[in-house]
């Protein structure tokens, strides 16, 4: 079966709304994020595109002018949203780059939007094994929900059935240009 046929299927086995729903990828230029956007593309999903600059890295404003040219070309309308994803004390980098992020996704979703993110199965266990070395309890041990209410939204991850080696085989296969975070090759 195809990449595309099971994403559809992935879309279609979750709690998802009324038709009339509009679809917001948080599109970061990344692999996922890329291959997440080319696929509801590919099936036709009526959705516009959310890039969120941390200003974290020297090449933020770039990945800004990719996602808008990959939009562009795709036909996609693009929101970009500036975060201060400065750290409070006692908060980690990335702690306060998600938190940023996510507040931003959701101050920017409208009446009736649905958010849609990139994680993948390789994202699920790497939670799980975060959560494992800060010992969390029970319920900071669960997976990540496929689809999980967000405020007054809905939020769902259509490809967490995919591992990160099939993703990269669409991609490749598609031949998607992405941009990589040089934070994501530090453990």
């Known amino acids: 079966m195809s990449f595309v046929k ?20 948080a599109y970061s230029g990344g692999l996922d994020s890329h291959v997440l956007l080319h696929c509801c593309k590919q099936l036709g999903i009526a959705m516009r595109a959310v890039h969120v600059h941390h200003g ?3 090449v933020a404003d770039d990945w800004v002018e990719h996602c808008q040219r990959t939009c562009d070309q795709l036909g996609i309308r693009l929101d970009v949203l500036y975060v201060d994803a400065k750290p409070d004390t006692g908060e980690s980098p990335e702690e306060a780059a998600r938190n940023a992020r996510y507040q931003a996704l959701h101050e920017n979703l409208l009446k ?30 669960s997976a990540m929900p496929a689809s999980k209410t967000f405020g007054d939204h809905l939020h769902i991850r259509p490809l967490l059935s995919f591992s990160r080696s099939e993703i990269e085989t669409y991609a490749s296969d598609n031949s998607l240009q992405w941009v990589e975070d040089p934070s994501n090759q530090d453990t």
Not at 7 to 25: N, R, Y
Not at 115 to 123: E, K, M, S
Request: proline share 2%.
């Open 112 to 141: 009736g939007e649905c958010l849609v993110t990139a994680q993948h199965r390789d994202d699920q266990a790497e939670t799980l094994l975060l959560q494992l070395f800060r010992t969390s309890a029970t319920a900071g041990l």
């Open 56 to 58: 974290l890295q020297a």
């Open 6 to 25: 099971r994403f559809q299927q992935s879309l279609e086995s979750l709690s998802l709304p009324a038709e009339d729903t509009g679809f917001v990828i």
